[in-house]
């Protein structure tokens, strides 16, 4: 029998990701072509992709009411993909950021709460021994003691991770230490993954 796998996106660090190979390769990634590759070999059951709402103001301007309507859209389209599972959580905060080089502030957009319900998720399907394997794409170290907890109910979890200090693509540390196993995605794997 062939191990059974859910995998789990952070889609903020997805967004990255995606933003990366459009920078380097001028093409973008696809859910299920990152989902068939990483699962290849392995019954694929679900892919679970996490992201908060577009920020919005208390009085949305027109350009955070159309950006909000587009994001619908786009969540919409990721359920249609067979075994995909668009998970709306948490929300968008605007942070104050300073730029050192053009010594400027200016309001940079943070999710929030989108880690805890990955932690969440994980911790509840590993407790229920859902499948054999999780596979996670974040670089969020908050995810580190979720993914403890998940091996101690006997799942293995592994982390697909970039790294490209250039562009500033990282993992933590501490959460690919604590994974059962982990793996880079370098330009290869991803240009292997883009429509």
Known sequence: MTETAIILIDCGYFDKINQYVQNTLGKKVSFEKLSKKITE???????????????????????????????????????????????????????????????????????????????LDLVKMALKKTVDLFILISGDEDLSDAVEMAQEGSCNVIIYYCYDPDFKMFCSQKLRDTASDRMQMDLQFLEDCTM
């Open 41 to 119: 070999g392995r019954t694929h059951i679900r892919t679970k992709i996490y992201h908060a709402p577009p920020y919005q103001s208390a009085n949305p301007t027109e350009d955070e009411k159309e950006k909000y309507k587009r994001s619908q859209e786009f969540f919409k389209t990721i359920n249609r993909i067979p075994r995909h599972q668009f998970v709306m959580v948490g929300r968008v905060k605007p942070i104050p950021v300073h730029c050192p080089k053009c010594k400027q502030d200016y309001m940079e957009p943070k999710q929030k709460g989108v880690d805890v319900a990955i932690a």
